[in-house]
Protein backbone atom coordinates (compact mmCIF):
# COMPACT_ATOMS: atom_id res chain seq x y z
CA UNK A 1 0.00 0.00 0.00
CA UNK A 2 0.64 3.82 -0.30
CA UNK A 3 0.61 5.89 2.69
CA UNK A 4 1.91 9.32 3.99
CA UNK A 5 1.52 10.40 7.87
CA UNK A 6 1.93 14.35 8.92
CA UNK A 7 0.59 15.98 11.50
CA UNK A 8 -3.10 17.34 11.17
CA UNK A 9 -2.50 20.30 12.76
CA UNK A 10 0.54 22.90 13.98
CA UNK A 11 0.29 25.93 16.18
CA UNK A 12 3.49 28.69 15.91
CA UNK A 13 3.64 32.07 16.61
CA UNK A 14 4.66 34.83 14.25
CA UNK A 15 8.35 34.68 13.88
CA UNK A 16 9.10 31.55 15.35
CA UNK A 17 10.59 28.47 13.67
CA UNK A 18 7.85 25.31 12.92
CA UNK A 19 8.91 21.94 11.61
CA UNK A 20 6.53 19.61 9.59
CA UNK A 21 7.25 15.94 9.68
CA UNK A 22 6.20 13.72 6.95
CA UNK A 23 6.97 9.95 7.14
CA UNK A 24 6.39 7.50 4.06
CA UNK A 25 5.96 3.97 3.22
CA UNK A 26 5.24 3.53 -0.86
CA UNK A 27 6.02 0.58 -3.34
CA UNK A 28 8.30 2.67 -4.65
CA UNK A 29 10.30 5.97 -4.30
CA UNK A 30 12.19 8.85 -6.36
CA UNK A 31 11.96 12.01 -4.26
CA UNK A 32 9.62 14.05 -1.98
CA UNK A 33 7.90 17.46 -2.64
CA UNK A 34 6.22 19.76 -0.86
CA UNK A 35 3.43 21.82 -1.45
CA UNK A 36 1.31 24.59 0.15
CA UNK A 37 -2.23 25.18 -0.18
CA UNK A 38 -4.51 28.46 1.18
CA UNK A 39 -7.97 28.09 2.07
CA UNK A 40 -9.87 28.40 -1.23
CA UNK A 41 -6.43 28.05 -3.38
CA UNK A 42 -4.55 25.89 -5.26
CA UNK A 43 -1.66 23.80 -4.03
CA UNK A 44 1.99 25.42 -5.27
CA UNK A 45 4.97 23.97 -5.34
CA UNK A 46 7.52 24.68 -2.46
CA UNK A 47 10.55 22.33 -2.01
CA UNK A 48 11.52 18.93 -3.68
CA UNK A 49 13.90 16.50 -2.36
CA UNK A 50 15.93 14.26 -4.79
CA UNK A 51 18.54 13.24 -2.56
CA UNK A 52 19.36 12.90 1.08
CA UNK A 53 19.69 15.93 2.55
CA UNK A 54 18.66 19.53 3.22
CA UNK A 55 17.29 22.14 0.15
CA UNK A 56 16.84 25.58 1.52
CA UNK A 57 14.89 28.14 -0.04
CA UNK A 58 14.43 31.22 1.20
CA UNK A 59 12.66 30.95 4.48
CA UNK A 60 11.75 27.60 3.75
CA UNK A 61 14.01 24.24 3.97
CA UNK A 62 13.38 20.73 3.28
CA UNK A 63 14.77 17.70 4.39
CA UNK A 64 14.96 14.07 3.07
CA UNK A 65 16.09 11.06 4.67
CA UNK A 66 15.97 7.78 2.54
CA UNK A 67 17.04 5.30 5.18
CA UNK A 68 14.46 6.30 7.65
CA UNK A 69 11.52 7.10 4.75
CA UNK A 70 11.28 10.21 6.55
CA UNK A 71 11.43 14.09 5.56
CA UNK A 72 10.62 17.45 7.01
CA UNK A 73 9.70 21.00 6.01
CA UNK A 74 11.01 23.69 7.62
CA UNK A 75 9.62 27.12 8.32
CA UNK A 76 11.68 29.84 9.53
CA UNK A 77 10.80 33.60 10.50
CA UNK A 78 6.77 32.18 10.53
CA UNK A 79 4.73 35.27 8.82
CA UNK A 80 0.66 35.23 9.12
CA UNK A 81 0.47 34.67 5.47
CA UNK A 82 2.19 31.47 6.50
CA UNK A 83 -1.17 30.19 7.45
CA UNK A 84 -2.21 27.71 5.05
CA UNK A 85 -2.19 23.39 4.25
CA UNK A 86 0.76 21.75 3.82
CA UNK A 87 1.39 18.60 1.87
CA UNK A 88 3.83 16.35 1.19
CA UNK A 89 3.71 14.57 -1.81
CA UNK A 90 5.70 11.40 -2.78
CA UNK A 91 6.92 10.65 -6.34
CA UNK A 92 6.83 7.00 -6.91
CA UNK A 93 8.68 6.56 -10.37
CA UNK A 94 11.47 8.40 -11.97
CA UNK A 95 9.17 8.08 -15.39
CA UNK A 96 5.64 7.94 -13.85
CA UNK A 97 4.21 11.70 -13.55
CA UNK A 98 1.80 10.94 -10.67
CA UNK A 99 2.35 12.24 -6.56
CA UNK A 100 1.17 10.91 -4.03
CA UNK A 101 0.01 13.28 -1.41
CA UNK A 102 -0.20 13.03 2.14
CA UNK A 103 -3.21 14.01 3.84
CA UNK A 104 -1.87 17.72 5.09
CA UNK A 105 -1.08 19.68 8.05
CA UNK A 106 -3.14 22.90 9.06
CA UNK A 107 -0.33 25.19 9.79
CA UNK A 108 -2.01 28.08 11.95
CA UNK A 109 0.69 31.02 12.78
CA UNK A 110 -1.18 33.73 15.67
CA UNK A 111 0.36 37.11 16.64
CA UNK B 1 -2.34 34.44 -17.38
CA UNK B 2 0.13 32.25 -18.05
CA UNK B 3 -1.04 29.45 -15.43
CA UNK B 4 -3.21 26.77 -15.61
CA UNK B 5 -6.85 27.41 -15.83
CA UNK B 6 -10.19 25.47 -15.22
CA UNK B 7 -13.47 25.58 -16.29
CA UNK B 8 -15.79 25.90 -15.36
CA UNK B 9 -14.95 26.95 -11.69
CA UNK B 10 -18.31 25.23 -10.15
CA UNK B 11 -20.55 23.25 -11.18
CA UNK B 12 -24.43 21.92 -9.32
CA UNK B 13 -25.83 18.89 -11.00
CA UNK B 14 -28.41 16.13 -10.31
CA UNK B 15 -27.29 12.91 -9.68
CA UNK B 16 -27.27 11.11 -12.69
CA UNK B 17 -26.77 13.73 -14.66
CA UNK B 18 -23.11 13.83 -16.82
CA UNK B 19 -20.79 16.64 -16.76
CA UNK B 20 -17.40 17.56 -18.37
CA UNK B 21 -14.61 19.78 -16.63
CA UNK B 22 -12.02 21.93 -19.31
CA UNK B 23 -8.32 22.05 -17.68
CA UNK B 24 -6.06 24.19 -20.00
CA UNK B 25 -2.16 23.58 -18.88
CA UNK B 26 0.71 26.11 -18.80
CA UNK B 27 1.34 26.03 -22.86
CA UNK B 28 4.92 24.57 -22.56
CA UNK B 29 4.04 21.89 -20.47
CA UNK B 30 3.65 18.29 -21.69
CA UNK B 31 2.05 16.40 -18.66
CA UNK B 32 -0.98 17.04 -17.65
CA UNK B 33 -2.49 15.45 -14.49
CA UNK B 34 -6.17 15.13 -12.86
CA UNK B 35 -6.60 14.52 -9.63
CA UNK B 36 -9.85 15.25 -6.94
CA UNK B 37 -9.57 16.50 -3.48
CA UNK B 38 -12.31 16.45 -0.92
CA UNK B 39 -12.42 18.94 2.42
CA UNK B 40 -9.48 17.94 4.91
CA UNK B 41 -7.59 15.47 2.60
CA UNK B 42 -4.53 15.87 0.31
CA UNK B 43 -5.36 15.58 -3.60
CA UNK B 44 -6.11 12.33 -5.09
CA UNK B 45 -4.27 11.42 -8.10
CA UNK B 46 -6.22 10.44 -11.05
CA UNK B 47 -4.91 10.33 -14.32
CA UNK B 48 -2.22 11.82 -16.14
CA UNK B 49 -1.43 12.53 -19.82
CA UNK B 50 2.56 12.75 -21.51
CA UNK B 51 1.24 15.24 -24.93
CA UNK B 52 -2.18 13.25 -25.65
CA UNK B 53 -1.35 9.80 -24.59
CA UNK B 54 -2.74 8.99 -21.41
CA UNK B 55 -0.04 6.93 -19.29
CA UNK B 56 -2.03 6.06 -16.02
CA UNK B 57 -5.13 6.07 -14.64
CA UNK B 58 -5.86 5.22 -10.96
CA UNK B 59 -7.66 2.00 -10.31
CA UNK B 60 -10.09 4.31 -8.16
CA UNK B 61 -11.19 5.54 -10.96
CA UNK B 62 -14.87 3.81 -11.99
CA UNK B 63 -15.65 3.13 -15.83
CA UNK B 64 -17.89 6.72 -15.21
CA UNK B 65 -14.69 9.00 -15.25
CA UNK B 66 -12.79 9.20 -18.64
CA UNK B 67 -10.26 12.02 -19.61
CA UNK B 68 -8.71 13.20 -22.97
CA UNK B 69 -6.56 15.59 -24.11
CA UNK B 70 -6.66 15.15 -28.08
CA UNK B 71 -4.41 17.29 -29.29
CA UNK B 72 -1.84 17.10 -26.24
CA UNK B 73 -3.25 20.55 -25.14
CA UNK B 74 -6.19 21.51 -23.45
CA UNK B 75 -7.83 18.28 -21.20
CA UNK B 76 -11.47 17.52 -20.42
CA UNK B 77 -12.48 15.08 -17.55
CA UNK B 78 -15.78 13.57 -17.87
CA UNK B 79 -18.11 11.90 -15.13
CA UNK B 80 -21.35 10.48 -16.52
CA UNK B 81 -23.81 9.14 -14.21
CA UNK B 82 -22.84 11.17 -11.29
CA UNK B 83 -23.29 10.20 -8.01
CA UNK B 84 -23.00 12.16 -4.64
CA UNK B 85 -19.58 10.59 -3.60
CA UNK B 86 -18.65 12.30 -6.85
CA UNK B 87 -18.77 15.89 -4.93
CA UNK B 88 -15.17 16.95 -4.87
CA UNK B 89 -12.69 19.60 -5.78
CA UNK B 90 -10.93 18.65 -9.46
CA UNK B 91 -7.77 19.61 -9.94
CA UNK B 92 -5.94 20.14 -12.99
CA UNK B 93 -2.07 20.24 -12.87
CA UNK B 94 0.41 20.47 -15.72
CA UNK B 95 4.70 19.88 -15.56
CA UNK B 96 7.54 19.81 -17.62
CA UNK B 97 9.23 16.29 -18.99
CA UNK B 98 11.35 15.15 -16.23
CA UNK B 99 9.88 17.30 -13.41
CA UNK B 100 6.80 15.54 -12.22
CA UNK B 101 7.54 16.89 -8.75
CA UNK B 102 7.18 20.21 -9.67
CA UNK B 103 3.41 20.36 -10.67
CA UNK B 104 1.86 23.27 -11.53
CA UNK B 105 -1.92 23.46 -10.48
CA UNK B 106 -5.08 25.36 -11.82
CA UNK B 107 -7.80 26.63 -9.20
CA UNK B 108 -10.05 23.63 -9.71
CA UNK B 109 -13.74 22.92 -10.69
CA UNK B 110 -15.79 22.39 -7.58
CA UNK B 111 -18.68 19.85 -8.29
CA UNK B 112 -21.58 19.21 -6.26
CA UNK B 113 -23.45 16.35 -6.41
CA UNK B 114 -27.45 16.97 -5.67
Not at chain 1, 2 to 11: C, F, H, I
Not at chain 2, 35 to 56: D, I, K, S, V
Not at chain 2, 70 to 75: A, E, M, N, Q
Request: charged letters at 20%; hydrophobic letters at 30%.
Amino acid sequence: GQSLEQPSEVTAVEGAIVQINCTYQTSGFYGLSWYQQHDGGAPTFLSYNGLDGLEETGRFSSFLSRSDSYGYLLLQELQMKDSASYFCAVRAFAKGGKLIFGQGTELSVKP
Amino acid sequence: DTGVSQNPRHKITKRGQNVTFRCDPISEHNRLYWYRQTLGQGPEFLTYFQNEAQLEKSRLLSDRFSAERPKGSFSTLEIQRTEQGDSAMYLCASSLPGQGYEQYFGPGTRLTVT
